[in-house]
């Protein structure tokens, strides 16, 4: 069983490039989400979806989008790579009546 | 907006002790709440999930109460192990329902042998 699986697990960018970071789940979850971790910020939400082709902004979503085609996968786009969107980024989904999240490995980023 | 906080950020034990992790909330009405465990280098695992409705749940050597009158939830791990060691994070949903969580910044704990 995979559950959440995010690739790649290492990735380094420059300054206006622009990348997707790939989130998976095998668990028929509906509803997904991506994170973003910062050294003394916690977890914020950047953007979510609550079904296929339904999608909605977080707490920090500029510079990211999101597109939700099948239930299965929910990628985040990075469209022009900035230093501030250095971090280490997880995809979580859950069950929608429990609410219980199920996060990835994370994505580690790196923007020269 | 819900604020999540956690005290203290670093926590030392020696091996065999109970202890509590604290987890503050500033919304009452919040929708659940969730404590996660992180391993360094990893993603996070899910412990416990509190609904609304709930006043605590158990699993194994782990206990999660939430009190949404004082907006606190506390993590009480009976009989530590030195694999307990990790940063432990909580997270709030809020109100308007589990979508969006908001999480604490961690308590990092160390139990040694």
């Known amino acids: 069983n995979a559950g959440v699986t995010q690739t790649p697990k290492f990735q380094v960018l420059k300054t206006g490039q622009s990348m997707t970071l790939q989130c998976a789940q095998d668990?028929?979850?509906?509803?997904m989400s991506w994170y973003r971790q910062d050294p003394g910020m916690g977890l914020r939400l950047i953007h979510y979806?609550?079904?296929?082709?339904?999608?909605d902004q977080g707490e920090v979503p500029n510079g990211y989008n999101v597109s939700r085609s099948t239930t299965e996968d929910f990628p985040l786009r990075l469209l022009s790579a900035a230093p501030s969107q250095t971090s280490v980024y997880f995809c979580?989904?859950?069950?929608?009546?429990?609410?219980?999240?199920?996060f990835g490995e994370g994505s580690r980023l790196t923007v020269l | 907006k819900q604020e999540v906080t956690q005290i203290p950020a670093a926590l030392s034990v020696p091996e065999g002790e109970n202890l509590v992790l604290n987890c503050s909330f500033t919304?009452?009405?919040?929708?659940?709440l969730q404590w996660f465990r992180q391993d360094p280098g990893k993603g996070l695992t899910s412990l416990l999930l509190?609904?609304?409705?709930?006043r605590e749940q158990t699993s194994g050597r782990l206990n999660a109460s939430l009190d949404k009158s004082s907006g606190r939830s506390t993590l009480y791990i009976a009989a530590s192990q030195p694999g307990d060691s990790a940063t432990y994070l909580c997270?709030?949903?809020?109100?308007?329902?589990?979508?969006?969580?908001?999480f604490g910044t961690g308590t990092r704990l160390l139990v040694s042998p």
């Open positions: 979580a989904s859950s069950f929608r009546f429990t609410g219980e999240l199920f």
């Open positions: 668990m028929n979850h509906e509803y």
């Open positions: 979806s609550v079904g296929a082709g339904i999608t």
């Open positions: 919304d009452s009405a919040i929708y659940n």
């Open positions: 509190i609904q609304s409705s709930q």
């Open positions: 997270a709030g949903a809020e109100n308007t329902g589990f979508q969006k969580l908001v």
